[in-house]
């Protein structure tokens, strides 16, 4: 109802529709002296970089894994250079284009997962722990809150799989991850805008994150990594928006109650906890109705219909028939 009186809001252009990016400037601008970080933002941030090779740094994928013919896509995969390098990754940068190259110096291997709130908890080297599961290539759109949108071969394993292995304790009720923090690697830590609210921390309820859809994600394109998509272990959720998905996770925490994530403590009124892409529940400053798929031209007047829960209804919307109202009203 409310997208109707509004229409105005799908011919939003990109300077407008970069949700966090615009919200970043207000913040900068009211903590003040970040004057040059905020004036570089009024900028569209497509169509300028050349976005080179960005895979090519990305090692072969070494686990044996098998394509999952069950997930299949509705439209072309997107060009394996755009999915690289376009990319939000704010502990490297801002611009979407400039993620791929800082993201380089980010150090992958050897990575040690920290695990809470299970029988397995405590430190564990990521290979070892890879190397138990089976590993799958599953076909999965993304989206964006920004609008934009990609269809990606991702690698991985089934969180279910790796959750039935941990063993939360019983009482546990929701699933946290946090992301990296190394402010020598990652400039946006050192000096970006939200230095003091890294690292990136998300979080699912613990039934989502064992629905069939979800992933932790080990590559891409059939290479492992690459580290400007959140290599060595990121998260994969298709039916939400894709701040959901943490990237480069150090830390896998098994808890009581709904916790905190980073973009619904800095926006709560923007962004929620529950996220799941839908066409009728607009961004307060703009429409979700439709997405633009991201292709070398970065055309975003080209858009098609939003899908609720991006397509995925059939596997996740039973997770919210009890808590619908929730799950809407956050959007
Ligand atoms: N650690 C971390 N994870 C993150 C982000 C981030 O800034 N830091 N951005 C999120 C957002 S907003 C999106 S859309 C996706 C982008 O993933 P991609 O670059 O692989 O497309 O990563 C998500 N995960
Ligand atoms: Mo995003």
Sequence with gaps: MLIKTRPAWDDLRDSQATAQNVFVRRRTLLRGGLGAVAGSLLLPSIGCAEPGKPLANAPKYPWPYKRNKKYELDRPLTDANIATSFNNFYEFSLDKRGVWPLAQKLTTDPWTVQLKGCKQKGNHDLDKLLKRFPHEERLYRFRCVETWAMAVPWLGIPMAAFIKWA???????????????????????????????????????????????????????????????????????????????????VSIEFVEKQPPTFWNDLAPNEYGFYSNVNPKVPHPRWSQAREWMITKELDNTKRRPTLLYNGYGKQVAQLYAKAKKTAKKKG
């Design 167 to 249: 063993e939360p304790l019983a009482k546990m009720k929701y699933v946290r991850f946090v992301s990296f923090l190394r402010p020598d690697q990652a400039p946006g830590q050192q000096n970006g805008p939200y230095k003091a609210v890294f690292p990136y921390y998300e979080g699912l309820r613990l039934d989502e994150a064992t629905n069939e859809l979800a992933l932790l994600g080990t590559g891409m394109y059939g290479k492992q990594g690459p580290k400007q998509n959140g290599a060595p272990l990121r998260v994969i959720a298709p039916w939400k928006y894709g701040y959901k998905s943490a990237k480069s996770i």
